[in-house]
């Protein structure tokens, strides 16, 4: 089954533990892109790849690192959580980042909480 | 800038009623626009999309339709059901450098009720 996958789901941290949402996707898509969900602001970019060895920022990037060494894999780095990154994150992807009629296909999402 | 504004939710109706979610665009170049559908707990899933004017996209009892001259992509359902219930994103795709960057809504939070 074609599918973005992220794990994990839901996560309890602390200030300052460092911590690693994992995305893969199974549909040899170029693009891969990570979203927080905050109440009333909807859905803002923090990281894009358009391929492996490719990324940079997106609107949102402060606190987060990523990489992209495999196509299908496209981690999500908090070196330092803060409570202001409590958030629901979404990881997605689309088959080529240059065409704007491809729609991008979303995670299931994992719910960070930073106390 | 690029920019979708969508109306506020949340938008609580009757079985069967009639739907309207209310959205426009600011653009500079020639988007795709979007409309994802988020059901509780779950991921973003692409409901329908238009890739021109005047394209009408349309999926499971829902339209949209591109409109350049009042730059809106309105969705629309003639009759809804209690499994409509979720969250609707209103978005579109631009060029910006040497890719295509989606900017989305803040959502429509839709209830049905029986």
């Known amino acids: 089954e074609a599918q973005v996958t992220q794990n994990p789901r839901y996560l309890i941290t602390v200030t300052g533990k460092k911590l690693t949402v994992t995305c893969s996707q199974n549909?040899?898509?170029?693009?891969m892109s990570w979203y927080r969900q905050d109440p009333g602001l909807g859905l803002r970019q923090i990281y894009y790849?358009?391929?492996?060895?490719?990324?940079d920022k997106g609107d949102v990037p402060e606190g987060y690192k990523v990489s992209r060494k495999e196509k299908r894999n496209f981690p999500l780095i908090l070196e330092s959580p803060s409570p202001n990154q409590t958030s629901l994150y979404f990881c997605a992807s689309s088959l080529i980042a240059a065409l704007s009629y491809n729609e991008q296909f979303f995670g299931p999402g994992t719910r960070l909480t930073v106390l | 800038g690029n920019s979708v504004t969508q109306m506020e939710g949340p938008v609580t109706l009757s079985e069967e009623a009639f739907l309207t979610i209310n959205c426009t665009y600011t653009a500079t170049g020639y988007p795709s626009l979007f409309w994802y559908v988020q059901y509780p707990g779950e991921g973003l899933q692409l409901l329908l999309k238009a890739t021109k004017a005047d394209d009408k996209g349309s999926n499971k009892g829902f339209e949209a339709t591109y409109r350049k001259e009042t730059t809106s992509f309105h969705l629309e359902k003639g009759s809804v059901q209690v499994s409509d219930s979720a969250v609707y994103f209103c978005?579109?795709?631009?060029?910006?450098?040497?890719?295509?960057?989606?900017?989305f809504g803040s959502g429509t939070k839709l209830n049905v009720k029986p």
């Open positions: 790849s358009m391929n492996v060895e490719v990324t």
């Open positions: 978005a579109l795709s631009d060029r910006k450098d040497n890719f295509n960057k989606f900017y």
């Open positions: 549909m040899n898509h170029e693009y």
